[in-house]
């Protein structure tokens, strides 16, 4: 089992930035992409961000030049870097992994950290 781990969540002013971690522990065998979703109220989760092992990067139209994604492939650790928030970005942020064992491949969800952006 894999469990992650988000953290860096909370309550900012518009303009404002927040960091939030996800550390993915556990009987790790190999991490491939690591991604945030997030999920305001009365709507779907959505794709925030998205990073493989390799590095390459996939973003939502609505946080490209705002957000940030990175990872620490030694500490099976996923960040967001998220500048100029707006009331539109406030939602729970979930933590999603990728993960590769005897050729199978399991998502892993963390338990989701809110994230509140007043006017």
């Known amino acids: 089992q894999v469990q992650l781990v988000e953290s860096g969540g909370g309550l900012v002013q518009a303009g404002g930035s927040l960091r939030l971690s996800c550390a993915a522990s556990?009987?790790?065998?190999?991490?491939?992409?690591m991604g945030w979703y997030r999920q305001a109220p009365g709507k779907q989760r959505e794709l925030v961000a998205a990073i493989t092992s390799g590095g390459s990067t996939n973003y939502a139209d609505s946080v490209k030049g705002r957000f940030t994604i990175s990872r620490d492939n030694a500490k099976n650790t996923v960040y967001l870097q998220m500048n100029s928030l707006n009331p539109e970005d406030t939602a729970v942020y979930y933590c999603?992994?990728?993960?590769?064992?005897?050729?199978?491949?399991?998502?892993?969800w963390g338990q989701g950290t809110q994230v509140t952006v007043s006017s």
């Open positions: 556990g009987r790790i065998f190999r991490i491939n992409a």
């Open positions: 999603n992994a990728d993960h590769q064992k005897w050729g199978y491949t399991t998502a892993y």
